[in-house]
């Protein structure tokens, strides 16, 4: 890179200009749409018709438009280009008559504005699920044996830059959509409870989706070869050459080469995690998720909020009428008991757990006393100084009992262990307490991003979860089937 292309861009003045900037822009919208038409250079006369057809600028003037047409000259917006046909007059001889083209700055900075004013102010985009799908074939493409030569092979290149380009503009554009303030304004009306579960499920599919072709396309940029990437960059390079170019630098192969390699690892770096952090994949999954639920709980709150101003007329009326259709007091006792539930219901205060001991059972516990007091203004409960007892003896008791308890559940534990390995499959009966003690290693491993958690026994244990295969589990409780798991003890 070079300092010089960073420099100030005369070409962009138009837009900013302190006078006459929405006649500069009507002049250049005029070259842009003749452009597009594949019609380059204008007259001035034809400039003129178009100004003066816009409305509000019926007074435009000749000598406006040529003050105009230099200003733009000088700011390289257009180039004039001298008629080189014979004069038909004295004054077209001296005026010098011109026909002006637009240089490709101002084609691409028109090209920008017409984009934007399309879009106004709201953010576009979709989430698409066949998106993914086509990039996965692109990207398979590329390993694929190749026939017609290198032009095959760049054509392959560009549909995967294509696929990959639509899926960060769209999901990107979405998502600002999905976080603006306009979208959360529209949550707050009638209209949108109209719509919530088309847009949740749009969101919950796409998620679904997103999931299932991810993974594919993490496996394939991962076992792409260096060959064959070094293929497509000979390819890109190539179809550079063959572009014929008079005048200017020469090809520089080592930036086309640089800039390849850096595309092709920006490609995986969205798919993938690595050390400057979080893909963009993983982020745009953990953004689709919160906004399934920042809608959801939207949704919870508007219905509760029109439940609240709605009349209960109706209803009593007719609940009035079925009690009034009953035929005797009992069955009015029975209706009242499904209307309006229980009267006279008590309620029971118990005090916290004593044990810290996290697989016992309720029935285990002791029942807690409950000293109720009078609800007499003025009562204070009377209070004595007592002693402060330090309990040491009944702790260390307490302690050499948990201790000894968990020795002999770490004994039998691994009683079941088998090459450093715990598979349940392996092992159609399972004690109470190690089917508890597995149960939540699962628990707690699922949570965990390589799925290995760092147990009570002082141990690190890894689990792999295979769905496709069963195990049933018999306990002295029971019988339980489960996908079969495999427990690798690390010491």
């Known amino acids: 890179m070079d300092i010089s292309q960073f420099q100030k861009i005369k070409e962009a003045s138009y837009l900013t200009a302190d006078q006459n900037t929405t006649r500069y822009r009507i002049i250049l919208r005029f070259f842009y749409i003749e452009h597009e038409r594949m019609k380059d250079l204008l007259y001035p006369a034809e400039i003129l018709k178009f100004v003066r057809s816009v409305k509000g600028m019926e ?263 079925w009690f009034d259709e009953c035929s005797s007091l009992e069955e009015a006792h029975q209706l009242s008991a499904t209307v309006f539930g229980m009267f006279h219901t008590q309620h029971y205060a118990v005090e916290p757990s004593e044990t810290s001991d996290v697989y016992a059972d309720l029935w285990e516990e002791k029942p807690s006393e409950y000293q109720i007091t009078p609800r007499v203004q003025g009562y204070r409960e009377k209070t004595r100084p007592s002693a402060f007892t330090m309990n040491d003896e009944a702790k260390k008791k307490a302690r050499q009992e948990y201790l000894e308890r968990m020795r002999r559940l770490k004994k039998s534990l691994y009683a079941y262990v088998e090459d450093g390995k715990i598979t349940l499959s392996h092992h159609p009966f399972i004690d109470q307490d190690v089917r508890k003690v597995l149960l939540r290693w699962v628990a707690r491993a699922q949570m965990q991003e390589k799925n290995r958690v760092q147990t009570e026994f002082g141990i690190r244990v890894s689990v792999d979860v295979d769905p496709k295969k069963r195990a049933v589990i018999h306990s002295e409780d029971g019988t339980m089937e489960m996908p079969d798991m495999i427990y690798t003890i690390e010491e």
């Open 59 to 321: 007074d435009y003037t000749e000598a406006m438009l040529e003050q105009d047409l230099q200003t733009l000259v000088n700011w390289n917006n257009i180039i004039p280009r001298q008629e080189m046909k014979e004069p038909k007059s004295i004054e077209d001889y001296k005026r010098k008559r011109f026909r002006y083209q637009i240089t490709p700055y101002t084609v691409e900075f028109e090209r920008m504005l017409v984009e934007l004013e399309k879009k106004g102010d709201d953010f576009g985009g979709a989430l698409e699920k066949s998106a993914f799908v086509r990039l996965l074939k692109a990207i398979r493409t590329l390993s694929e044996p190749v026939r017609e030569g290198e032009q095959e092979q760049f054509e392959r290149w560009e549909e995967v830059l294509h696929h990959f380009k639509q899926i960060k503009r769209n999901t990107s554009d979405y998502i600002g959509y999905l976080n603006s303030d306009k979208l959360e304004a529209n949550m707050q009306t009638k209209a949108f409870l109209v719509y919530k579960d088309q847009f949740v499920n749009y969101l919950r599919d796409f998620v679904m989706a997103l999931q299932q072709t991810a993974l594919k396309i993490q496996s394939v940029l991962t076992d792409t070869s260096d060959t064959v990437l070094q293929a497509v960059c000979r390819s890109v390079i190539s179809h550079k050459q063959s572009i014929p170019r008079i005048g200017g630098p020469d090809l520089d192969t080592d930036a086309v080469a640089e800039d390849f390699y850096e595309t092709w690892k920006n490609i995986k770096s969205w798919f993938i995690n690595n050390e400057s952090g979080e893909s963009e994949y993983a982020s745009l999954q953990r953004q689709t998720n919160e906004a399934i639920r920042r809608i959801t709980r939207m949704i919870q709150r508007f219905g509760e909020r029109l439940q609240q101003h709605r009349s209960r007329k109706k209803d009593y009326l007719q609940i009035a009428k």
